[in-house]
């Protein structure tokens, strides 16, 4: 029985334990080719993807998914995981689609329903359109840009805008994620994720289908519930 400690990022965030050899299905993890991808930068690097596929993680990864690096196609599938063609594909196999870049809405239109999806988003250029496929499929959609710091910065941008390397920056990218992506595809519960990882309290921008980010709905005009309500609310 493997057990594995993870932390999220982000103030006060909470320390869990994950006992793998409870898992009773498979644990699927979508990576999505981005549209505007940093040169020589990625999320998932092969080394990642392998330590996934270790503790019992099924990776499936797009074609080209790091073509805008040095890693290969092959590199990922001899780390374990199965490259896919297209977007779609990646859908119906994956509990968890991760894209660097926000989501296209023909990509949003394709989601399983109560699909979970990480992204980042871009304020100026969301639309009532977007969130309402996101509705539409009752999905739940978390933007990575969103998760602060004490100073209430954008962890993700301190990442991306530091001095640092690409491997270095791809180091912590990895860091960064790996805790938030292990916590989402080992619980069966997104709400309960949601009330142990604080982190998840500032990037959740949809729940189940509900828009719970008041600035995103703040800045489309549209009606949002919050987060803790949603997810603290057992009444």
Not at 4 to 33: C, N, R, S, W
Request: hydrophobic residues 45%; glycine residues 4%.
């Amino acid at each position: 029985m493997d057990l594995v400690m993870h932390y999220v990022p982000g103030a006060e965030t909470q320390a869990q334990t994950i006992d793998f050899g409870l898992l009773e299905q498979p644990v699927t993890l979508g990576l999505v080719k981005g549209d505007r991808p940093i040169p020589d930068v990625v999320l998932f690097t092969p080394e990642l993807v392998g330590k996934l596929v270790e503790q019992g993680v099924k990776v499936y990864v797009q074609r080209d998914y790091a073509a805008h690096t040095s890693f290969t196609n092959m590199d990922y599938a001899d780390a374990g995981a199965e490259i896919m063609d297209d977007f779609l594909s990646l859908v119906e196999v994956s509990k968890l689609l991760v894209k660097f870049s926000p989501f296209t809405e023909t990509e949003l239109a394709m989601l399983k329903e109560e699909q979970i999806v990480i992204s980042r988003v871009i304020m100026n250029e969301l639309t009532q359109q977007y969130i309402q496929l996101l509705k539409d499929k009752r999905a739940y959609a978390i933007a990575i840009n969103l998760i602060t710091d004490k100073d209430n910065w954008s962890e993700l941008d301190n990442i991306l805008m530091s001095s640092a390397n690409a491997d270095i920056m791809n180091k912590r990218l990895g860091m960064f994620i790996t805790p938030l992506v292990e916590a989402l595809l080992y619980s069966k519960n997104f709400r309960v994720v949601v009330q142990t990882n604080p982190a998840l309290l500032q990037s959740v921008f949809c729940f189940k289908g509900i828009l719970c980010n008041r600035l995103i709905a703040e800045h489309l005009d549209m009606m949002w519930k919050d987060i803790l309500s949603l997810c603290f609310d057992l009444n």
